[in-house]
């Protein structure tokens, strides 16, 4: 198994920066390292889908609306992936989760198998 946590999210104005953290834990790492993992960020916005945001593994992806603004990151050594997010505007608000796999990234959250809570990020104009 593999427990995902979240932390990072606030309430910030439009323009600023957050970073969200994501730290992974679990018996799955005595058998796979964390770097073999595949490590996604996804959002839900109130009354939309959830939707994929950023992945990596060997690649980085990006949605298109955070392409240029947003970075992922990971530490292998801490199992811990990051989101950098910069330059935030209104739209970004949503629940944000942190999603895994040992497959590879995925687009969609059914190519995942290990979700975090979430995290609130709440962007104002």
């Known amino acids: 198994q593999v427990q995902l946590v979240e932390s990072g999210g606030g309430s910030v104005q439009a323009g600023d920066s957050l970073r969200l953290s994501c730290a992974a834990s679990?018996?799955?790492?005595?058998?796979?390292?964390?770097?073999?993992?595949?490590m996604a960020w996804f959002r839900q916005a109130p009354g939309k889908e959830r939707e994929f945001v950023s992945g990596?593994?060997?690649?980085?992806y990006y949605a298109d609306s955070v392409e240029g603004r947003f970075a992922i990151s990971r530490d292998n050594a801490k199992n811990t992936v990051y989101l950098q997010m910069n330059s935030l505007k209104p739209d970004d608000t949503a629940v944000y989760y942190c999603?895994?796999?040992?497959?590879?990234?995925?687009?969609?959250?059914?190519?995942?198998?290990?979700w975090g809570q979430g995290t609130q990020v709440t962007v104002s104009s």
């Open positions: 999603a895994a796999t040992f497959g590879g990234v995925g687009f969609s959250r059914g190519a995942y198998n290990y």
């Open positions: 990596t593994r060997l690649t980085t």
């Open positions: 679990g018996r799955a790492f005595s058998t796979y390292t964390f770097s073999s993992a595949a």
